[in-house]
């Protein structure tokens, strides 16, 4: 069983970046592809993009492309996702997920976060 | 992109019923097809993955079929505990498209 612990709410101004960790109280976490998914408010969820075990490979969603670094640091098990220039559109609980086995590129998502509430507003 | 729809947007059933929600990938998707759970507040939780596999845990009420492009979600004796938003979504090509949800209700 993998537990993903996030960190907390952020609210950060139009234009700024903000950067969510995602942390795992398994050391295998290191094994495992990490997702990224969002939801903004009454909506649907985004599939935002994922990381490869050794951190070294990553795939995002086109309209992410250039905004979005997914990076992990192995020595502590921590997932982070960072976006820059934030628009109020942005607003978003933003998850990290991982699928059930490791090494696994498999397209489910087994294991959550908890959910990180980003609120961009001037 | 894979495009993802889902029907109906919400239904709202009775208790015991048996509630039927379809998926459609454009194009083909294979067997690649996940199906989850969202209640409000929380995170989504798997249920199905591969189309018709049921994830460990999950009651045997809950279940799925298909391949290719057309894909059926059903509970078979809807409970109160259901109530939830379901997504499908495609694992088949990057990026992972969700469906765009039904909202499930008691009637």
């Known amino acids: 069983q993998v537990h993903l612990v996030q960190s907390g709410a952020e609210v950060k101004k139009p234009g700024a970046s903000v950067k969510v960790s995602c942390k795992a109280s398994?050391?295998?976490?290191?094994?495992?592809?990490v997702h990224w998914v969002r939801q903004a408010p009454g909506q649907g969820l985004e599939w935002m993009g994922r990381m490869n075990p050794s951190g070294r490979s990553t795939s995002h969603a086109q309209r992410f492309q250039g905004r979005v670094t997914m990076t992990r640091d192995t020595s502590t098990g921590t997932a982070y996702m960072e976006m820059s220039s934030l628009r109020p559109d942005d607003t978003a609980v933003y998850y990290c997920?991982?699928?059930?086995?490791?090494?696994?590129?498999?397209?489910?998502?087994?294991?959550w976060g908890q959910g990180t509430l980003v609120t961009v507003s001037s | 992109d894979i495009q993802m729809t889902q029907s109906p947007s919400s239904l709202s059933a009775s208790v015991g019923d048996t509630v039927t929600i379809t998926c459609q990938a454009s194009p083909d998707i294979t067997k690649y097809l996940n199906w989850y759970q969202q209640k409000p507040g929380k995170a989504p939780k798997l249920l199905i993955y591969d189309a018709s596999n049921l994830e460990s845990g999950v009651p045997s009420r809950f279940s799925g079929s298909g391949s290719g492009t057309d894909f059926t979600f059903t509970i078979s004796s809807l409970q109160p505990e259901d109530v939830a938003t379901y997504y499908c979504?495609?694992?088949?090509?990057?990026?992972?498209?969700f469906g765009p949800g039904t909202k499930v209700d008691i009637k």
């Open positions: 979504q495609q694992g088949d090509y990057l990026p992972f498209t």
């Open positions: 398994e050391y295998t976490f290191n094994n495992y592809y």
């Open positions: 997920a991982t699928p059930r086995e490791p090494f696994s590129g498999s397209g489910y998502h087994t294991y």
